[in-house]
């Protein structure tokens, strides 16, 4: 088992930035594939974010890019940077974590909110 711990999130306002953290403790560092971030809005699915894998490569959804940056604090833990938000960015955001064994075996964090106000 895995267990994230995410941190940032908050309440702020359009045109604002916000700032998501997430480690990972329990996975072996050659045995993770990917992290990143999901999000999910009340009434909607679950719907990816920004995810990196092991070897730095990077993808997000079209309607963050050139706001939001994902980037690799160290082997273990991926930030988010969120600029520009709009309120349609309101969501619970989860962080994510996949690993090489198991077949891929995922890994959620229990979520933080991001809420912004316009």
């Known amino acids: 088992q895995e267990r994230l711990q995410e941190s940032g999130g908050g309440l702020v306002q359009a045109g604002g930035s916000l700032r998501l953290s997430c480690s990972a403790s329990?996975?072996?560092?050659?045995?993770?594939?990917?992290m990143g971030w999901y999000r999910q809005a009340p009434t909607r699915q679950r719907e990816l974010v920004a995810l990196?894998?092991?070897?730095?490569?990077t993808n997000y959804a079209d309607s963050v890019k050139g706001r939001f940056t994902i980037s690799k604090d160290h082997a273990k833990k991926v930030s988010l940077q969120m600029n520009n938000l709009k309120p349609e960015d309101t969501a619970v955001y989860y962080c994510?974590?996949?690993?090489?064994?198991?077949?891929?075996?995922?890994?959620w964090g229990q979520g933080t909110q991001v809420t912004v106000s316009s």
């Open positions: 990196i894998t092991q070897g730095r490569t």
């Open positions: 994510y974590l996949r690993r090489i064994s198991g077949s891929g075996s995922e890994y």
């Open positions: 329990r996975t072996i560092v050659s045995d993770i594939d990917a």
